[in-house]
């Protein structure tokens, strides 16, 4: 699969990364137009461009519908400038995450990778898990299949692997030995590879440990005192050895291959030393209807875990991302709080980088937050692609997508050391 660079929408010749450098002029007050990033002003996002418009939950910003505006209304190009665009800047901040001077300048992102599609009973693909061994220098990815009704999904006996020993990184299949059973988030930690696999009927759903190298896989977690976990999503480890990974429901609500529920969704704490094992969110209460990403700070004394309700497409359900203080015994999580509440569908996977910023994967591209909660921008995909989750490989950021592996260079490196 050859690298291409990412066109986001090549309908205007002048504007995108398949056009020339030239900046656009920009006819909409506190919009301006750049080669390939669009800058929005305060006074544009508070106010939409047109007096009749909404938005479904599922969809991106640049899908809002305008009900009365005619199409060279002051709000379609608005929203034409913003899906033509590979970033879009809401902060004078995200130009230095950019390494860039400002929206003048021009910025890639690169497809390196398009996904085959899955089977027929599939209503979509979901890629996730994506986790870096530096011992084969290479990124790992989960693939997962969404059934349609009336259908379950199959446990895939592969993974993903992008190897990047190479001039351009090759995206191949894998097959860990035993396979597998319904792979989600994962994470790194002293030579192995942690996954977080959602189980099946007849496999209950744990923690599995892959040897990066040899892929043999072994379940180091799953049961709490006979208790099958619900579908663990995704895992986190401090460099202490101690674990937090989420359980909630979707095996049993999206993909159709759990049994039963027997115990409420939440967060879990596993002490990898000494086997203890205890709910610390969630436990019938609180705010984690269905909780999934985790991702820990450069410091390893902040938590942040996204919660996503009962369905993408509830507007009342969450679609947040939760901040919570971990105690140096890392037994209590405390100082709780809304660290941001998403626009586009729900936050998947998220990372944090080494200087405190954080990243949500959702509808559309990748979100940008400061270390206070402030939106500083977005990293698009593909338009009509999802961002699922994402990997840092020194500076460069890899977004795996439903459809698409990206990679994009930035101006700082991942939290993770190893």
């Not at 030239?22 to 750049?34: A, C, D, F, R, Y």
């Not at 446990?155 to 351009?168: C, D, E, G, I, K």
């Not at 979707?250 to 039963?260: C, I, S």
């Not at 901040?323 to 941001?340: A, E, G, M, N």
């Amino acid at each position: 699969m050859s690298t291409r660079i990412l066109n986001i929408l090549a309908l205007i010749p002048a504007f995108g990364q398949f056009g020339s450098a030239s900046v656009l002029p920009s006819h909409t007050p506190g919009l301006l137009v750049g080669p390939s990033i669009v800058q929005i002003n305060p006074a544009l996002q508070n106010v939409f461009p047109a007096e009749n418009f909404n938005r479904n939950i599922t969809t991106s910003w640049w899908d809002t519908d305008v009900v009365d505006g005619p199409p060279s209304s002051s709000a379609s190009k608005f929203l034409a400038s913003l899906k033509q665009a590979n970033f879009i800047a809401l902060d004078d901040r995200f130009y230095e995450l950019l390494g860039v001077k400002d929206y003048t300048s021009r910025k890639d992102i690169e497809v390196i990778f398009d996904f085959p599609e899955g089977p027929s009973f599939a209503k979509r693909l979901v890629h996730d898990g994506t986790v870096y061994s530096p011992e084969c220098n290479c990124i790992f990815y989960a693939e997962l299949h969404p059934p349609k009704q009336g259908y379950s999904a199959d446990a895939m006996p592969w993974v993903w692997r992008t190897n990047l020993n190479h001039t351009r990184p090759v995206t191949e299949k894998v097959y860990p030995s035993p396979p597998l059973t319904m792979a989600n988030g994962a994470y790194y930690h002293n030579g192995s590879v942690y996954w977080a696999q959602e189980g099946s009927w007849t496999v209950p759903g744990g923690i599995v440990r892959m040897d990066p190298l040899d892929l043999k896989t072994e379940v180091v977690l799953n049961n709490f005192f006979g208790h099958r976990f619900n579908s663990p999503n995704d895992i986190v480890i401090k460099r202490d050895g101690v674990a937090f990974f989420t359980d909630g429901y979707y095996g049993y609500d999206n993909f159709n291959d759990t049994l039963e529920p027997e115990l409420a969704n939440g967060v879990w704490r596993w002490d990898m030393h000494t086997g203890s094992l205890r709910m610390v969110l969630g436990a019938g209460g609180g705010p984690f209807t269905n909780p999934n990403g985790v991702a820990l700070n450069l410091d390893e004394d902040e938590l942040f875990i996204t919660n996503r309700g009962n369905a993408s497409d509830n507007p009342a359900g969450g679609r947040t991302i939760y901040q919570y203080h971990i105690s140096s015994t890392d037994t209590v999580l405390s100082d709780d709080r809304v660290f941001t509440y998403v626009d586009a569908g729900f936050p998947d996977g998220i990372k944090t980088d080494s200087e405190g910023r954080v990243y949500g994967a959702v509808t559309g591209g990748v979100h940008v937050f400061d270390a206070d909660g402030t939106f500083l921008g977005i990293i698009k995909v593909v338009t009509g692609d999802v961002a699922v989750n994402m990997q840092w490989v020194e500076d460069t950021l890899y977004i795996v997508g439903r459809e698409h592996l990206y990679s994009v260079q930035l101006n700082t490196t991942g939290s993770q050391l190893y």
